[in-house]
């Protein structure tokens, strides 16, 4: 008990060092999606879940994986059932799963306008190779990609509740931010080497 007291307070202590800092604020949003699904497509819906930051250079990173490659955003392959996938999340760090080849119904309750209602949606699934699950809480907003690093969705559920992650595919969210910003062209910040590569 005294172990885990002295670590909170460690932890307490970090956060307020990061506050005193001004490291607490991440950037302004720019646009958002909001917690909601995308328009029905072919009878199908997906959730939606994104913002655009406006954030200071100096807190910008490099979009790198744990292993030193710069991450691309093309080719996105057309059929990725079956294909290794990973992310690098905050919580679970680098993790390695397998784009399941069903795309999944999942039920949730929303509240408009006062009421109670049920929302069908179809996403995209990730098992884990070789960890229980593929994700941790806190892992939402993980980029997803190949073994040859090419970004392919945007990590959005998952968790020690549940074997398999969801993720909405990149080209549904480059579409609704168009529609949303009612920009022409949506792409990731990518290195400069990775455009020679």
Known sequence: MKDTLSDLNDFLDDIEAFKND??????HVYA???FRTTPKVSGITMNLDWALIEVPDNRIGQ???PDGHDLKGAPVPEDT???QVFIHGQRSGYRKGIKHPLESATLTHAIIDGKSIERVTYEHTIHPAHTPVFSHEGDSGSLVFTASHVVIG???AGGLKYSFSYFTPIEV???DIKEVTKATDV???MN???FSS
């Open 32 to 34: 958002a999606s909001g």
């Open 187 to 189: 792409r990731l910040k």
């Open 154 to 156: 945007m990590l959005f």
């Open 192 to 194: 400069h080497s990775s």
């Open 173 to 175: 969210l480059f579409e």
């Open 22 to 27: 001004n490291r607490a604020a991440f950037g």
């Open 81 to 83: 059932e079956g294909m």
């Open 63 to 65: 979009n790198v994986t």
